[in-house]
Each structure stands twice: as structure tokens, then as C-alpha cells.
């Protein structure tokens, strides 16, 4: 059987950073709330030129430079924070990277689990057709509430992958656990563009998702946890991960200690939480800092509230390291523009109606940015 999984993947944030030590001080909380407590350094910002798409582009750019456009027919964009209710923020994507006009593009949507149904889909379309690849995008710029306790699990980022037969990173494993319940723990009414959320609620329903989802992945005849040298979870802030780790141990029986997962902290701790993306930001530090993993098990799980979890596992390919770039992706986030509070709650509550034409000011660095909006639609481009 054909192998398939992750050719390569790659990692863009904002051109803005805010330091939640500054943000701990205003708001009177002992810094190391946000550091240890919710084990959080730093919260990507886009800049009013900057959003998913603009980010989705700029991770995507490498992947294509590295490995051209044959074969792929299919961009799959996966976001909670979707900028149209009807248009794919892919198809801005593919305008701005001259991706080839026959192809299928496509928006997938459920909270952050998004990616990983992507992900899954793609290796369908590459099961039924080896020479196909896939370009999966996850993107998204997480909004709380000014003053909520949610605000320092803010951030924003994307990660592209290419899936693809024979991939050189990670081999993904046919079996999957999933699990889905309706339940109110965080969701996004269509006229706010901050996620409301019950954020107990949230911890036990990401906590029930992963057993059910454990479960049904050793009903479906998934390894047994002994045989998986790594996990990484979804990070809506790390230590959640850590809670995770805990809860799966508890409920397994098996003694998981925390240097399982260590590696996959790095740039979440930076970024903040990418929704869709924050799962694969994960992976993209695993693979970034960890020892040499060749050959070894990596076991995933996705969880998007409201609610939908997976749990799969993937085989860490050999010369995996050959495309990996970690030295880029630091310098890319080490690289971000400190903000202010005052600029950053100024950006934060800034809204521009759809109905009216804005040129939006010239600030990001990156590859490529949001014009404004022009006869209601919105308008990208290159920067110069
Ligand atoms: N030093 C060290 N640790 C401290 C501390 C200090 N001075 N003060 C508090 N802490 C610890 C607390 O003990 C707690 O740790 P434990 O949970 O391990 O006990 C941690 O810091 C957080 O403290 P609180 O629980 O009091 O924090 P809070 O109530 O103010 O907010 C939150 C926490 C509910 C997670 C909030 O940040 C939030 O609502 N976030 C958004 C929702 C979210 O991310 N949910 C995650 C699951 S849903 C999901 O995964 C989908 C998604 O991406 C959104």
C-alpha cells in the first residue's frame, strides 16, 4: 500500500508581537499565571494589513519555491476565523501565489479541528491518485474579548503542508479515533469577531473529546500507547497539552511523562494559539527540536470545539531533517515588532464595514498583504 502523509510544512505568523509579561502587569496578574499557569510567553498580533489569508500565502510561499506546482490540483484552506461567509479564503491564496487555474479549492470549517479534516481529506484525494498532491492551509488569528480570560490565549499564525505519496517528513497511519458532540464550550456568532466561550467547559470538553477519540482509535485497531514515542495536542494554550497528557495517562493506565511532548512547546509558547494551525505548529516544533526522530511514532490529536476530536498517529520519515528549517522559522518569530498595549487594543477594536471602500495602511514586512476593502470586496497583493 501506498505510503502518504506530510511531503513537507511550513510555519508564518504576524508582524506583531505582544509580550504577555506587559499585558500580565496591566491587568495586575502575577506574570507567571500566563508563563506557568497557562505556560503562554508571547501572542502573535496581525498588523490591519495582515490576516488569514495573507499568512496562509506567506507559509505556503517555501513549500512551492522548494517544490514547484506539479500535481497539485486541490488547496484546501482551513480557518475558524474565515474572512467571507461564502468565498474560500483560498482561492485569495491561489490568485496571489499563481497557483494553476485547473484545480479545486475549498474552505473547510469546524472550530480548530478544521486542519486535521483537511488533512485527512487530502490523503483521500492522494489514496485515489498517487501522482496528485495536496496544499493544506491552516490559518487563523484567535480573538477574545479585551479584559476576558481568554485574552492571553490570543494569537495568530498559519501553517501550509503538502501532502503528498512517498512523503519525505511524516508517513500519517490509516487508522483514526474520532468523536463529535454538540456542546457550547466556544463558538463564534456570525456578527462578533471575538469567540465567545464557557472556558471550563471548554478544558472538560477538550478532555472528554480525547478519551472517546483514544478509544475508538483502539476499537479501530490503533497501536497500542506503548508503541507511540511522541504525542503532540492540540495547544489552545500548552499547558492544556499538559492537562492532555495527564488526562490520557489517567485514563490509560500508562505512565506518559511530560518529555514526550516537551519538544512540541516551542512556538506555541511564541505565537499564542493559531486555532487551526496550532496543532501542526506543534508537530513543526517537534520536528524542529526534538532528537532524532527517524522511524519513530508521533501520536496526534486534533480537537475543534463545539465539539469534534481525532486521534491519529504518524511514522517519522528517515531524512526527515533535510527539510526542516528551523533556523528560518525562529528568525521569523524572533523577528516580530514589539507592540504597545495602547496600539495593540487600538488594532484589536478596529472594524471596517464591508460597505464602505478603505485602503488599509502599509505595515507588514511579509510577502504579502491585505489592501483594503474596494466595491465590498476584498483586495490583496504582493507587497512591493
Ligand atoms: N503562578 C503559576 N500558576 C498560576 C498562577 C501563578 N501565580 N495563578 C494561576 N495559576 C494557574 C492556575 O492554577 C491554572 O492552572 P491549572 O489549570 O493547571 O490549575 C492556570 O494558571 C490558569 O488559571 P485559571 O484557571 O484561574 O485561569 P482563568 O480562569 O483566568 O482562565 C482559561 C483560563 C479558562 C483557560 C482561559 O484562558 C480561557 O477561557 N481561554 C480560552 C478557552 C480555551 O483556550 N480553552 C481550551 C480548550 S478549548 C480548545 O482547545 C479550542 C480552542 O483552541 C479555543
Known amino acids: 500500500m501506498t505510503s502518504i502523509g506530510i511531503h513537507d510544512l511550513a510555519l508564518a505568523t504576524t508582524h506583531h508581537v505582544v509580550d504577555l509579561a506587559e499585558l500580565a502587569e496591566d491587568a495586575g496578574v502575577d506574570p507567571a499565571k500566563y508563563h506557568i499557569g497557562l505556560g503562554q510567553d508571547r501572542m502573535s498580533v496581525p498588523t490591519a494589513d495582515e490576516d488569514i489569508v495573507t499568512m496562509g500565502a506567506e507559509a505556503a510561499l517555501p513549500l512551492l519555491q522548494r517544490h514547484g506546482t506539479d500535481g497539485i490540483r486541490t488547496l484546501l484552506f482551513a480557518t475558524e476565523s474565515g474572512v467571507d461567509q461564502s468565498k474560500s479564503a483560498g482561492l485569495f491564496v491561489h490568485e496571489l501565489l499563481g497557483l494553476p487555474r485547473t484545480m479545486r479549492v475549498v474552505e473547510f470549517k469546524q472550530a480548530c479541528y478544521g486542519a486535521t479534516a483537511a488533512l485527512q481529506s487530502a490523503l483521500g484525494f492522494v489514496a485515489r491518485n498517487p501522482q496528485e498532491r495536496v496544499l493544506v492551509i491552516s490559518s487563523d488569528v484567535a480573538r477574545y474579548e479585551l479584559g476576558s480570560a481568554g485574552e492571553p490565549t490570543q494569537g495568530a499564525g498559519a501553517v501550509a503542508m503538502l501532502v503528498a505519496a512517498d512523503p519525505a517528513l511524516l508517513e500519517i497511519e490509516p487508522v483514526s479515533g474520532v468523536a463529535a458532540r454538540d456542546v457550547d464550550d466556544f463558538w463564534r456568532p456570525n456578527d462578533s469577531t471575538t469567540a465567545v466561550v464557557d472556558g471550563r467547559l471548554s478544558l472538560t470538553a477538550y478532555l472528554g473529546a480525547l478519551t472517546t477519540a483514544w478509544d475508538d482509535f483502539t476499537a479501530a485497531g ?42 512540541t512547546f516551542a512556538y506555541n509558547r511564541e505565537l499564542g494559539n493559531t486555532y487551526t494551525a496550532s496543532l501542526y505548529a506543534g508537530l513543526a516544533s517537534l520536528l524542529d527540536h526534538d532528537d532524532d526522530l527517524a522511524g519513530r511514532r508521533i501520536g496526534l490529536f486534533s480537537y475543534g470545539s463545539g465539539a469534534v476530536g481525532e486521534f491519529f498517529t504518524g511514522l517519522v520519515r528517515p531524512g526527515y531533517q533535510q527539510l526542516r528549517r528551523r533556523e528560518s522559522t525562529e528568525a521569523q518569530i524572533a523577528g516580530r515588532v514589539r507592540l504597545g ?27 504579502f498583504r491585505f489592501a483594503g476593502i474596494r466595491d465590498r470586496a476584498r483586495r490583496y497583493e504582493a507587497t512591493p
Do not use: N
Open 341 to 367: 498595549l495602547p496600539a495593540y487594543r487600538e488594532l484589536h477594536g478596529a472594524e471596517h464595514p464591508s460597505d464602505t471602500d478603505w485602503e488599509a495602511p502599509s505595515v507588514t514586512e511579509g510577502a
Open 222 to 263: 490503533g497501536v497500542g500507547i506503548e508503541q507511540i514515542d511522541r504525542f503532540c495536542f492540540h495547544q489552545p494554550f500548552t499547558k492544556m497539552a499538559r492537562k492532555a497528557l495527564t488526562g490520557l495517562a489517567q485514563h490509560t493506565g500508562a505512565t506518559l511523562t511530560d518529555e514526550l511532548q516537551e519538544a
